[in-house]
Nanobody
């Protein structure tokens, strides 16, 4: 079982990046997937999550209207399209998968999987001019 987050990098304010979360060893279609971020000196918090398909998605207010989460179950991958990036979006971004029927995706206390192997390794996003 493995999740791999990728696509991070450096961007200027207003630019875009797309993160990918790819799964190996299990079918991501049976899982809710969340993106989390952790800025330096802060706790990790969820940013967005997606249930079975693109019709059920959730966002924190800070990214609503700028970020879009989507999934391609054929490719076993979930994406986070990040537009109009701001310096405050700078953080390490993680993805996590937890079973659809017990996931708290979208709830205030959503914290992703309790298993380390259902977390990606993190990808750095730096937004700076």
């Amino acid at each position: 079982v493995q999740l791999q987050a990728s696509g991070g990098g450096k961007a200027q304010p207003g630019e875009s990046l797309r993160l990918s979360c790819s799964a190996a060893g299990f079918a991501l279609a049976s899982y809710a997937v969340g993106w989390f971020r952790q800025a330096s000196g802060t706790e990790r918090q969820w940013v967005s999550c997606i249930m079975r398909d693109d019709s059920t998605t959730y966002y924190q207010d800070s990214v609503k209207g700028r970020f879009t989460i989507s999934r391609d179950n054929d490719k076993n991958t979930v994406y986070l399209q990040m537009n109009s990036l701001k310096p405050e979006d700078t953080a390490v971004y993680y993805c996590s998968a937890d079973y659809l029927y017990t996931s708290r995706c979208g709830s205030r206390d959503y914290s992703g999987s309790t298993r380390d192997d259902y977390w990606g390794q993190g990808t750095q996003v730096t937004v700076s001019s």
